[in-house]
């Protein structure tokens, strides 16, 4: 649950980020500012629909 959990919160964390990134600065600094954020939020994307079945499994059999 867990590895679902920060997965979805990377997600919109990441979205958030480059919704604000406009409304802080522009030009040169957005631009380097927008590559710090594609390094940071590098992530080896899940399959998040056999996490949620094994949730739902483990869930169910309780």
């Known amino acids: ?3 679902s959990h920060l997965y ?3 997600q919109a964390a990441e979205t958030r980020a480059r ?3 406009p409304a802080l600065t522009e ?3 957005l631009r380097v500012y927008q590559s ?3 390094k940071f939020f590098r992530y080896d994307p899940i399959n998040q629909v056999e996490v949620r079945r094994r949730i739902t499994q483990r869930v169910l059999s309780e």
Do not use: N, W
């Open 19 to 21: 919704e604000a990134l």
């Open 8 to 10: 979805e919160a990377a």
């Open 1 to 3: 649950m867990a590895r």
């Open 27 to 29: 030009g040169d600094m």
């Open 36 to 38: 710090v954020l594609r």
